[in-house]
């Protein structure tokens, strides 16, 4: 096995959607990349779509203490025999597991990717048990990369990791936004008013979206409680969904039911393409308690929509205030209802920061220009390291 080797590890294989385009850039800069997740249809699809190898490794989502250490143990048997220079681990249960085994293996950069905080919003012992889960993490990583300001700021500020392990990226994001899958084009246009004919979604209707699980955490029921409170006023308003209830921070039945009877309310469930979503609403609401940064949004603002959020961890962001979008307290149905109000009823504000955030998508978030940086933080932790400093130097990264 030649070159320069590199090893993604998330917990499911769906999350390697999060990777979309990086294994493949990865590879053109030089490194030999492989893949571990959980088995499952999506991980060898993205192999075969990346260019990469895969590896299935079981791992549990939930804590599960006999079956974690399973886990462990076939994480630590993978990686001694892909032997990488660079481990990036990242989602709660991999990047703990990752970071292990790439300790205990002595791999020379461990790089654990923080994509969120749960503890953020979770009381009681298991906060305890989180806040464990996650200095164990950091203590075994040569770097903390968090995926945006706010995250590391929160992060650091529990002291669950050193500041001198930290680094953000640009501005921020894990991944970038591919910016022309997702911005207006004829296409676009025509699978949009499409998707909006399925739906039931009257041509003449203002529509604000939301994309993603349907978790307490992710302000689902906050955004429903808020639709409910305009409908009267603005009866042409509706509301798009997309994503599925998840058991896990589940909402309350009554919102539930509210999802499926209400006239206005319209679930669009689990989308292979999202993007011509986004074509039909207004405006992007993203009420999350708490976000690693907020893929969403960017996604919105490449299609040129402006989002209206909550001022949590990593939305604050993803978002800038008055510029891009609006920030609310997090919490604040009324004060969600009223900016929902007056972006429905505006559409040169909704035009204005529509455009000024897929402007700051083109700019900064672009997925070219994450991975650039992404391969470039890698080269100079190899070039820091004296056991792969070597290697750079008669090979070379191509950058």
């Known amino acids: 096995m030649g070159g320069l080797r590199l090893c993604y590890i998330v917990t499911d294989s769906v999350s ?3 990777l979309r385009g990086q294994l493949r850039r990865m590879v053109d800069a030089g490194f030999d990349v492989t893949v571990i997740s959980s088995p499952g249809e999506r991980l060898q699809r993205c192999a075969e779509e990346e260019g990469v190898r895969a590896v299935a490794v079981p791992m549990a989502r939930p804590i599960r203490l006999w079956q974690d250490m399973k886990s462990l143990i076939a994480l630590f048997i993978a990686l001694r025999s892909l032997r990488p220079h660079v481990v990036n681990a990242g989602t709660p249960k991999a990047g703990l597991l990752g970071m292990i085994a790439s300790f205990l293996l002595r791999v020379p950069v461990r790089i654990y990717m923080v994509r969120g905080l749960r503890l953020e919003t979770v009381r009681g012992p298991l906060r305890w048990v989180l806040a464990l889960m ?3 993490a950091s203590f075994c990583s040569t770097h903390n990369l968090y995926i945006s300001p706010s995250l590391r700021e929160a992060y650091e500020g529990l002291n669950l990791a050193p500041p ?6 640009l501005e921020g994001s894990s991944n970038g936004v591919d910016v022309a899958r997702f911005a207006r084009s004829e296409a676009r246009v025509l699978e949009a008013e499409a998707l909006r004919s399925r739906l039931g979604i009257p041509a003449t209707a203002r529509v604000i979206g939301f994309v993603g699980r349907f978790t307490r955490d992710k302000g689902i029921e906050d955004l429903v409680n808020a639709f409910l409170a305009l409908e009267d006023s603005h009866p042409d308003l509706h509301l798009l969904l997309v994503g599925r209830p998840e058991a896990d921070d589940s909402p309350s039945t009554a919102t539930l039911e509210r999802i499926e009877a209400h006239p206005r309310i319209h679930n669009a469930g689990v989308l292979q393409d999202v993007a011509p ?3 039909v609403m207004d405006v992007l609401v993203f009420p999350s308690y708490r976000e690693g940064f907020g893929n969403v949004v960017l996604e919105a603002a490449a299609a040129g929509r402006p989002t209206i959020g909550y001022r949590s961890t990593g939305v604050r962001d993803a978002v800038v205030d008055g510029v891009t979008g609006h920030l609310v307290d997090r919490g604040d149905v009324e004060g969600l209802a009223r900016a929902i109000s007056r972006y429905i009823s505006d559409s040169l504000l909704r035009e204005k920061q529509g455009q000024a955030a897929f402007e700051r998508v083109k700019r900064s978030f672009a997925q070219e220009k994450v991975f650039d940086a992404i391969a470039g933080f890698y ?6 390291h004296p056991d792969t400093a070597h290697l750079l130097a008669r090979r070379g990264l191509a950058v």
């Open 16 to 18: 390697t959607g999060l």
């Open 134 to 136: 996650e200095r164990l």
């Open 164 to 169: 001198r392990k930290g680094v953000v990226l």
């Open 277 to 279: 979503a986004y074509h």
């Open 379 to 384: 080269r100079d932790c190899l070039i820091a």
